[in-house]
């Protein structure tokens, strides 16, 4: 239901529930399932006013919901959860996080798009230096934009923590490191995927995935709401693990949150001062900003931009640089 009351605008998030009806917690307005007003308690009566409602769909452990033309509401655009270890037999994930962004949500997903931040703004990441520079691989993946970024590099403190260092290995091995777009609301971002491939070192077993899931809803033209989780699929039952993993996950989506909102808080000013510098490794944002103005063109709603959704910056810049 959308959440300001009719009648003064108050959250009727702040109201409660009076069964299955919300009741405004200013007014007591109260309102059915499907958004009729059902009580004004300063009346005694009730109101032919409708309050809009959204379809929504629930797959735990996430509610998704479609704001758009509620016709068009297709739950098979819904991510694939086999594809990214929710939900699944073999996998574990981690509750999920919740983070509000004082920046629009643009700029949180050019920060998954372009990971070589990881290595100025989570120095915790061991081997984030090795991802700065490499080489870009840009393909469609089924319903993703993905970018991988190979690496080849040694076993590192991060593979230490993740894996254990029962499994440790001399030498160097190929690194991947892959960000899937599924669209505007989620991206999967992957912890380097080490991998066996001729000419470098055999990589033992017990080397598995971890995903970091990224929920990625507007909530005004400048603010997100920003969804969190992560998956794995290699020592499941080990709870120290889940434990260190959670910690530094939190860690590192609230460095990217303190980052985001410095940006938002200039972003109107710099704008209109100089042009964004844009670089190679802005690729896959740039693309990517393309893919989400085909959508909001497709849906006819080009001129959100700027006002609500996602409120971009622009589509896509000029041409990428060196
Ligand atoms: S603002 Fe909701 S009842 Fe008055
Ligand atoms: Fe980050």
Request: aromatic content about 10%; proline content about 5%.
């Amino acid at each position: 239901m959308y959440g300001l009351c009719p009648h003064r605008y108050f959250p009727l998030a702040q109201g409660k529930l009076v069964g299955d009806n919300i009741q405004c917690g200013y007014h007591g307005f109260t309102f059915a399932p499907k958004g009729k007003c059902v009580l004004i308690p300063s009346q005694g009566t009730g109101s032919g006013f409708v309050q809009p409602v959204y379809r929504v769909v629930e797959k735990a452990p996430l509610i998704w919901i479609w704001m758009g033309d509620q016709a068009l509401a297709d739950p098979d655009q819904i991510v694939d959860y086999s594809e990214i270890g929710l939900s699944q037999a073999g996998w574990r994930n981690s509750d999920p996080l919740y983070f509000h962004l004082n920046g629009r949500s643009q700029l949180l997903v050019d920060n998954l798009m372009d990971l070589t931040h990881l290595a100025f703004i989570h120095p915790q990441i061991d081997g984030g230096a090795a991802i700065v520079n490499t080489k870009y691989i840009y393909e469609q993946k089924g319903a993703t934009f993905r970018v991988t970024r190979p690496m080849d590099m040694p076993w590192t403190g991060f593979h230490d923590f993740l894996y254990g260092p029962a499994v440790r290995f001399e030498g160097i091995s190929r690194v991947e490191s892959v960000t899937d777009f599924y669209g505007p609301e989620f991206i999967r971002t992957g912890s380097p995927v080490t991998i066996a491939i001729e000419g470098y070192d055999a990589v033992p077993d017990g080397i598995g995935l971890v995903y970091f899931l990224h929920g990625i809803t507007p909530e005004t033209a400048t603010t997100t709401h920003y969804f969190g989780l992560s998956t794995r699929n290699f020592r499941l039952t080990d709870n120290g693990l889940s434990q260190a993993l959670l910690e530094i996950d939190i860690l590192t989506r609230e460095q990217d949150v303190v980052a985001i909102n410095l940006v938002e808080r200039r972003l109107q000013d710099a704008v209109a001062r100089q042009q964004e510098l844009l670089v190679k490794s802005d690729t896959a944002a740039v693309r990517v900003r393309g893919i989400i103005q085909g959508m909001l063109d497709k849906e006819n709603l080009s001129n959100l931009s700027g006002e609500q959704g996602c409120g971009s910056i622009k589509a896509s810049g000029p041409e990428v640089g060196d």
